[in-house]
């Protein structure tokens, strides 16, 4: 008999491993049967830090990620990682980047990796990827770790809900600061520089270390405050008040051969230290919880909203915007009469 959703939380809880990868697949496939599960392990959430790894394709995140996981693991401490894959559909191709390193760690209890196809569901990523942390975080793992590809929007929305969040860098894949372009670099809390054995890795950490220094519009706004350098931004929401500043560190590493992964390590639990003395741990999660809290009331609203449109109705308000007989503001009252939604409250 097939286990309810219930029974893989509560196994799943009790460090159950099977449970668990089934309770991760229903989280990714049925967000209305996982519901219960969520429920019952929600309780047991809150005492993982979640780290998110963000950075342009290639950069060696995964590898990074397994280095990063073998470090842990010799102080002792328990990881699980979500690997949000856009290239390789869920059942094919390397689970993360580098085989051999992964190698390492399976069979390792200590070690839980998922990975996971990207979906197009607005709105959709996040929220199963949040869920999925959360799973790992009552199932007891000490450190979990989100893999994404810092290109879509949605993908780096992932990583910025994490308490700590990498942007991983290398040199060579063009002559400016790849996170630059994906503008990404302003939500990170440490930077990595990896492949530093390949050439171009002094100039890369020259440009990051300039941009943090002068200011970089994104940072600027981050950090600039009444003309004081203070952390304060949506994800540092303490108005007016005086916190310690936390400037991202700069690490570099060569993933591939573990250069570089201790310190980066210890500058992550550094970041947590941080975040627990300057009182920003609450008030971080809350602006978290708030903006997941918009974007799956968003989402559950529009597919509502959908569900209750006529047939076709759509497509209609398409052609009547392009036929200019209506703006597209118009075609939105129209379509959201024809809904009637304004009735769904009674
Ligand atoms: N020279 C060098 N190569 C590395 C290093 N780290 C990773 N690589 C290689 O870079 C390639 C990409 O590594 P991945 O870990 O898959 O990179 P990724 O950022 O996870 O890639 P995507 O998930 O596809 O965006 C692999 O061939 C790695 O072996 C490093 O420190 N130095
Ligand atoms: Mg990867």
Redesign the pocket.
């Known amino acids: 008999m097939k286990p309810s959703a219930l029974d893989l939380a509560e196994a799943a809880v009790a460090g159950n491993r099977r449970a668990l990868a089934q309770l991760l697949t229903l989280i990714e496939n049925n967000a209305e049967r996982a519901a219960p599960a969520m429920s019952r392990l929600y309780s047991h959430t809150g005492r993982a830090h979640i780290i998110g790894i963000t950075?342009a394709?290639?950069?060696?995140?995964?590898?990074?990620v397994a280095a990063m996981a073998q470090a842990w693991r010799a102080e002792g401490k328990t990881v699980g990682i979500i690997a949000v894959?856009p290239?390789s559909p869920f059942t094919g191709g390397a689970i993360?980047?580098?085989r051999i390193r992964m190698r390492d760690l399976s069979g390792d209890e200590g070690v839980f990796i998922r990975s996971m196809a990207t979906r197009g569901a607005l709105g959709g990523l996040a929220a199963v990827t949040l869920d999925q942390a959360r799973a790992l975080d009552a199932a007891g793992f000490d450190k979990v770790l989100i893999?994404t590809?810092g290109a879509g929007q949605n993908e780096v929305a992932v990583a910025r809900l994490a308490q700590t969040t990498l942007v991983?860098e290398a040199p060579g894949l063009g002559d400016e600061v790849q996170a630059i372009k994906a503008g990404i670099l302003e939500i990170a809390d440490v930077l990595v520089v990896?492949?530093?054995?390949?050439p171009g890795a002094t100039q890369t950490v020259r440009a990051l270390r300039t941009m943090i220094e002068t200011g970089h519009p994104a940072l600027k706004t981050r950090w600039m405050h009444h003309g004081q350098m203070i952390g304060v931004d949506d994800r540092y929401p303490l108005e007016d008040q005086d916190v310690a500043l936390w400037i991202p560190p700069i690490v570099e590493?060569?993933?591939?051969d573990g250069k570089g992964v201790d310190l980066l390590v210890s500058k992550i639990e550094e970041h947590r230290n941080y975040l627990e003395t300057a009182g920003l741990r609450a008030p971080l999660e809350r602006a978290h919880l708030e903006v997941e809290l918009m974007n799956r009331l968003e989402a559950r609203l529009l597919k509502r909203l959908l569900e209750r449109l006529p047939e076709g109705v759509l497509s209609e308000m398409v052609t009547s915007v392009q036929q200019r007989t209506r703006t597209p503001e118009q075609a939105i009252e129209a379509l959201l009469s024809q809904a009637e939604v304004l009735a769904v409250e009674s």
């Open positions: 950075g394709p290639g950069t060696g995140k995964s590898t990074l894959d290239t993360l980047g580098d893999e590809v991983v990896n492949k530093a054995d390949r590493t060569v993933a591939a």
